[in-house]
């Protein structure tokens, strides 16, 4: 239990620091912006409470939000997907049992129900929070637009962090 509660700490610390210094300097044809700090949310182990899920959404949301001199748009993006993940849990992945070695991965849940899993939240992320940052109607489409190339962008770097850090883990 306390080792789970180390990595999660270190992967919230890492994940945070590399969004803030590297991740919101980034922006390809000023129009893709990764989003990778999802990714702690994605990956928490599954039997964490939906209410615990939400406190960790709000932390998470609050300290990029500070660091990002946003106002509340991260918050609200993340405490969405942080609701959401339990649904898509049980639809997307319905054969993994619940226990305290079954982790969202790669490796434990495949490819195609991982790539499912991460493009759904990551995707209902970016166009939250595009959305709200514009908060117009009238550009819906640029905000579409941005979301899935956005969406598509951060999804390929959290499959090569999957690979990189997650697959060689027995």
Known sequence: MTRHIVTNLFRFIILVLLQIFVFNQFQLMGFINPYVYILFILLLPIETPRWLLLVLGFVLGYV??????????????????????????????????????????????????????????????????????????????NTLTHAILSSVFTIILILISQYLFYSRKK
């Open 64 to 141: 990029i939000d500070y660091f990002s001199h946003s106002i509340g748009i991260n918050i609200f993006s993340t405490v969405l997907v942080a609701y959401l993940r339990p649904v898509f849990i049980r639809y997307v992945i319905p054969k993994l049992e619940p226990g305290p070695d079954v982790k969202i991965s790669i490796k434990q849940i495949g490819f195609n129900s991982f790539l499912t899993y991460t493009g759904i939240l990551v995707f209902i992320h970016h166009f939250t929070l595009f959305f709200l940052e514009i908060f117009r109607f009238s550009y819906f489409f």
